[in-house]
């Protein structure tokens, strides 16, 4: 009479073969996570630089507040996180609109620009 089960052989290829799609799954969770990191720093630097250029489009009320050409640095705070700010100011060939561009930065890591919006304000 013969026994019903697994033999030692299958139990062990079994065994490997999870091994390796466990080590599969585990390495693809972690990039999954790195990139949702990346994405998020992202989403925030951008939601910084937008606010920056409005700021800029909202105080144009008169020349006296109209941008001159240069630049400007700033340390700005949101969502918990420090970001550095960069706002260079150029002219255009019509007087009365400047060329905006905004630089955010990671304030732990000053190296690259996280995210470079560029845009324009105007004096009406």
Known sequence: ???????????????????????????NAAQSVRQAAV??????ATW???????????????????PGVGTQRAGVSLAGRDWDVVVATDSTENENVRRVTVQVFNASDNTEPVVELDGFVGRY
């Open 1 to 27: 009479m013969r026994a019903s089960g697994f033999t030692l052989l299958e139990v062990m290829i079994a065994l490997a073969v999870l091994s390796i799609v466990s080590a599969a799954l585990v390495k």
């Open 39 to 44: 994405i998020e720093e992202r989403v925030y």
């Open 48 to 66: 910084v630089a937008e606010n920056e250029l409005n700021a800029r489009r909202v105080e144009i009320r008169s020349d006296a507040t109209f």
